[in-house]
């Protein structure tokens, strides 16, 4: 299984950025989704996450309303759409499976089983 992250970039605040995981290895429709990210010094934090359907989401409090998760099961990618970044955004940001037997999201880190090597982003003020 392989989880490769990309989109990840420097912006100033104010800007968007659309993060893409492509999944491989794995029935991509049969596993919910989630995005991380952990800052320097910091412990990684969950930031949303998508059920295999992609017919719910759920994020973090920190990101609602500027950050958008979607998916597409032909192609086997979960996206992540972030507007309105903040310097406080800036972390590497992480996609994660999460094998998924009825249709929910994830919160829990611990729930996943498999994870992305990260992609940086970076937010200057």
């Known amino acids: 299984v392989q989880l490769v992250e990309s989109g990840g970039g420097l912006v100033q605040a104010g800007a968007s950025l659309r993060l893409s995981c492509t999944a491989s290895?794995?029935?991509?429709?049969?596993?919910?989704m989630g995005w991380f990210r952990q800052a320097p010094g910091k412990e990684r934090e969950f930031v949303g996450a998508i059920t295999k359907s992609g017919d719910s989401t759920s994020y973090a409090d920190s990101v609602k309303g500027r950050f958008t998760i979607s998916r597409d099961n032909a192609k086997n990618m979960v996206f992540l759409q972030m507007n309105s970044l903040k310097p406080e955004d800036t972390a590497v940001y992480y996609c994660a499976a999460a094998w998924s037997l009825i249709s929910t999201v994830f919160q829990s880190g611990y729930q996943y089983s498999y994870w992305g090597q990260g992609t940086q982003v970076t937010v200057s003020s």
């Open positions: 290895g794995l029935t991509f429709s049969g596993y919910g």
